[in-house]
């Protein structure tokens, strides 16, 4: 599928070249900032086991990266933009469990055995780091003035996910029976079903993406964007919550034809 993307972005540069107007090709680079909640429905992992409802909440922003090549066309006023990149979003999340069954904690990488459902249960305060990373295709329409000194413009993006991995950690006590505290890390392969579990990313997200865009000397540029993933970034259509993410990128424009 990435490889499509590719594909069908080089024909883009093409035909953009063949039509009448000024093309411009440059490289960007930049930090990614991302933010954002989490609710996880309840779910029952058997007969009278299961895990309660969590609420991830925003617990500062996550810091990424991005860099990639670009294409304008550009009419006077207007112009069209084509966009390949590679970009990491990240986002850390806090959430407190209260009296979850020891058996159903298991799923957070707790792992106490023999214990029958029902009469053991934790208290636990988890966080977790997940990370995305993923190569972009973004098709911008804008609008420039000043001989293309300041741009405006928005338009959708294809977001296909080269890696997802989440690292995670809990800390609590057992609240029930013998009282003392458990603490455990994990990471998780978000991209992998038997891993992942519910929180299984897409390989295929889309998004909508604004921005604006200056240019501080003739061929460098400062751009700042925000983007949202329509339909969010899980294959479970359960979860729900709120995901954004802004960049702040350094292009370079190096030829025109």
Same mark, same amino acid.
């Given at each position: 599928?990435?490889?499509?993307?590719?594909?069908?972005?080089?024909?883009?540069?093409?035909?953009?070249?063949?039509?009448?107007?000024?093309?411009?090709?440059?490289?960007? @680079? #930049?930090? !990614? /900032?991302?933010?954002?909640?989490?609710?996880?429905? $309840? +779910? &029952?992992?058997?007969?009278?086991?299961?895990?309660?409802?969590?609420?991830?909440?925003?617990?500062?922003?996550?810091?990424?990266?991005?860099?990639?090549?670009?294409?304008?066309?550009?009419?006077?006023?207007?112009?069209?933009?084509?966009?390949?990149?590679?970009?990491?979003?990240?986002?850390?999340?806090?959430?407190?469990?209260?009296?979850?069954?020891?058996?159903?904690?298991?799923?957070?990488?707790?792992?106490?055995?023999?214990?029958?459902?029902?009469?053991?249960?934790?208290?636990?305060?988890?966080?977790?780091?997940?990370?995305?990373?993923?190569?972009?295709?973004?098709?911008?329409?804008?609008?420039?003035?000043?001989?293309?000194?300041?741009?405006?413009? @928005? #338009?959708? !993006? /294809?977001?296909?996910?080269?890696?997802?991995?989440? $690292? +995670? &950690?809990?800390?609590?006590?057992?609240?029930?029976?013998?009282?003392?505290?458990?603490?455990?890390?994990?990471?998780?392969?978000?991209?992998?079903?038997?891993?992942?579990?519910?929180?299984?990313?897409?390989?295929?997200?889309?998004?909508?993406?604004?921005?604006?865009?200056?240019?501080?000397?003739?061929?460098?540029?400062?751009?700042?964007?925000?983007?949202?993933?329509?339909?969010?970034?899980?294959?479970?259509?359960?979860?729900?919550?709120?995901?954004?993410?802004?960049?702040?990128?350094?292009?370079?424009?190096?030829?025109?034809?």
């Amino acid at each position: 599928m990435k490889f499509l993307g590719v594909a069908w972005m080089m024909l883009l540069m093409a035909t953009m070249a063949q039509a009448q107007g000024t093309v411009e090709l440059g490289v960007r @680079g #930049g930090a !990614t /900032f991302m933010h954002g909640f989490t609710n996880i429905p $309840a +779910r &029952t992992l058997a007969p009278g086991l299961e895990i309660p409802r969590i609420q991830n909440q925003n617990n500062g922003i996550g810091t990424g990266y991005l860099g990639g090549i670009w294409v304008r066309k550009t009419w006077n006023r207007f112009f069209l933009q084509a966009e390949v990149s590679y970009s990491k979003l990240a986002l850390k999340q806090k959430a407190t469990i209260d009296r979850i069954d020891v058996a159903a904690a298991s799923e957070f990488g707790v792992t106490i055995p023999n214990i029958p459902i029902g009469t053991l249960f934790v208290n636990l305060n988890t966080t977790s780091d997940p990370v995305l990373n993923s190569i972009n295709i973004p098709i911008y329409i804008g609008k420039q003035g000043q001989e293309g000194k300041w741009r405006l413009y @928005g #338009g959708p !993006t /294809f977001l296909f996910t080269q890696k997802s991995e989440a $690292a +995670r &950690t809990a800390s609590g006590r057992v609240i029930s029976g013998p009282n003392f505290p458990v603490s455990i890390s994990d990471k998780v392969d978000l991209t992998d079903p038997e891993q992942a579990g519910i929180l299984q990313v897409k390989n295929f997200n889309f998004g909508i993406e604004l921005g604006a865009g200056l240019t501080v000397l003739k061929r460098l540029e400062v751009d700042v964007r925000y983007g949202l993933p329509v339909g969010g970034v899980f294959n479970d259509s359960g979860i729900t919550g709120y995901i954004g993410y802004a960049t702040v990128a350094v292009g370079y424009r190096f030829l025109d034809f």
